[in-house]
């Protein structure tokens, strides 16, 4: 069994339990200024994220009705794109963190941000209750460092955008983030746009089966998946996790009961047949 399938070695507190004691949150965004490595040392008691894999992943929460869907359907990790960067914003933070309450452990509310800094970005992810943090903006390892040294036990996820840098430099960030990175995700990027995630497109999927290979950490795979190709992406690339955004949402951008239903079954199906 791979070390990353292990069960929880014990019950997490109840996420009220961890969220107690939160400082009352603004609306507005975090500034350079306004947080300091003291002031966000000790302002949430937090259990330890226990993730265990294969992991299916949504993006993009609209509402509760949206998570309680989610939810029903198996998915294990809801996604909150936030704060500066963010080209769609989804959710706004009051509300995020009404629903992220709601989040019971083994399934968890990550927090998707651009940021760079270390306490900006836990201040964001306190801000809303996240418990993990998927880290989409380049963030150096020195900053990688402090986020864990502040926060040891939160999860942190590095993306790691196919395209937008040669396959050496995504294995370059590799190599000097894994001591302080939890896992990381593979994922697209736009030439037209200049996106990076959430672009609805795939990419090269032979460059993520060999960042896989070179990762001792879990590698999560994202990019234009949808109902239709998340199995074949799965025995192809061999991910530890699967991520997902515009494809199981309808026309009007809200995420269909069908399609969450039809990719969690696929992609499900598909990591039974690795395991």
Known sequence: MSRWNSEKDGKLKSRDARLSGMPAAGDGQP???D????????????GRVESTYPRIQVCGVIDQAEAILLAENGVDD?????GPGV????????LARTVIRTIEAPRYAVLITYLKRAEQILHLADKIGALKIQLHGQISVTEAEKLKRLRPRIHLTKSLVVGAFRFDELCKTIVELSPHIDAFLTDSFDPATGAKGATGITHDWEISRRLIEISEKPVLLAGGLNPSNVAEAILQVKPKGVTVHTGVENATGR?????????VTNARKAFAQLA
Request: avoid cysteine; hydrophobic fraction near 50%; glycine fraction near 2%.
């Open 35 to 46: 947080v300091s490595e003291a002031a966000i040392r000790k302002p949430v008691r937090l």
């Open 255 to 263: 995420k269909d009961a069908e399609l969450v239903k039809a990719f």
């Open 31 to 33: 500034n350079a200024g």
């Open 87 to 94: 080209r769609k914003v989804d959710i706004e933070d009051r």
């Open 78 to 82: 809801l996604a909150f794109p936030m």
